[in-house]
């Protein structure tokens, strides 16, 4: 099983939104398993320049999946590996903007896969999102050959319409795709802000002085899943054949209580704010959430190795040391109480 980090080096790599969090450490990576040459096309609109590794054989070629200029820049370096990471993300944005959700995430994968086919790619990874697939009434633990129509935002939709595409392409071209179904990620690399995911929005918040703003009742769960294990189970994904044409849960399979972890990113940060009562989101409709890991368990040999209270460590840590690239570059509405200038971090 091992073999598959070896299959990289000589390789050329194309990530789409290679930029952010989950995409900087898999370029990383790549990278260091001796690619050679990881392009990373990302149009900046959710991401930072410092964030990209600076590597000899890692290059940035700034534009949108959308963009055809762009796509054939990259395409005519002929990548074997496509990692597409690339999306309007997340819930909430895509509820403000469904155009713009529908443009990226729809047409940008439609583009992506289309550059795939006529170029003839190895292998096709598709970033989906197992929060998107299943909607809210799926039994617990999540498994993949459940999915639901009854779907509470833009950005489910296009997840789900990005999967269907991918399908269309493997039965209709025989393109080599596979799709990796992500659950809430955490750790390195993600710059919090207002379209952000919870954790590195709380830790932020939480060295800021700031008390954690909480939406639920306090039984509601997430399954987070370490950046790291993320990048070994995309590795694994570009490599094993048997993962072709499959769909897999990518995730910690482990249950975690939203409020003890906003507790517990303030004890780890000596947060002193506490928490505080927010208006529900009317679409965040999910009590629970936990997925079932056998597929990518059995089909890929994916184990997440990160404990979670590690994984918060590992951040926090992050967090302290790139606090003033951090603080300047996150993104909250100018006057809201996330919105913070002139903290000092706690150390």
């Known amino acids: ?12 790599v194309l990530i789409t939104g290679g930029a952010g969090a989950i995409g900087s450490n898999l370029t990383r990576t790549i990278a260091s398993l001796g690619a050679q040459r990881v392009i990373v096309l990302d149009d900046m609109s959710a991401a930072y320049l410092w964030n990209i590794p600076s590597l000899p054989n890692v290059l940035f070629v700034k534009g949108s999946v959308t963009d055809e200029i762009a796509l054939k820049r990259v395409f005519s370096l002929r990548p074997q590996v496509v990692y597409h990471l690339a999306a309007f993300f ?22 992506m896969l289309q550059y795939a086919q006529m170029n003839g790619i190895e292998r096709f990874v598709y970033a989906s999102s197992g929060c998107s697939i299943y909607g809210s009434a799926a039994p617990l633990p999540l498994k993949e050959e459940f999915m639901s129509m009854h779907l509470t935002t833009p950005y489910q939709i296009t997840k789900m319409l990005g999967e269907l595409y ?24 993600e710059v919090p802000g207002q379209y952000r995911n919870v954790i590195p929005n709380f830790i932020f918040w939480a060295l800021s002085g700031l008390p954690l703003p909480f939406t639920g009742t306090g039984g509601e769960t997430r399954d987070f899943t370490y950046v790291m294990d993320i990048v070994d189970a995309l590795l694994r994904a570009g490599y094993f054949e048997q993962a072709i044409g499959q769909e897999m849960n990518i995730a910690s399979g482990k249950e975690i209580n939203i409020l003890e972890m906003a507790e517990r990113i303030n004890e780890l940060t000596g947060n002193k704010a506490g928490i505080k009562r927010a208006p529900p989101r009317v679409w965040d409709t999910k009590k629970r959430l936990l997925a079932c890991i056998d597929r990518a368990d059995e089909i890929l040999g994916y184990k997440p190795k990160m404990k979670f209270e590690e994984g918060l460590d590992t951040t926090i840590q992050w967090f302290k040391d790139n606090w003033d690239a951090i603080q300047r570059d996150a993104e909250f509405p100018p006057g809201s109480s996330s919105a913070v200038s002139g903290m000092v971090v706690k150390k």
């Open 1 to 12: 099983m091992e073999n598959y980090q070896e299959y990289y080096a000589g390789k050329t």
């Open 90 to 111: 997340a819930n909430q944005n895509s509820v403000d903007y469904p155009e713009k959700d529908l443009h990226t995430n729809g047409l940008g994968t439609l583009l």
């Open 166 to 189: 991918a399908n269309f392409f493997w039965h209709h071209y025989n393109l080599p795709v596979v799709k990796t179904r992500f659950f809430n990620s955490y750790g390195p690399g």
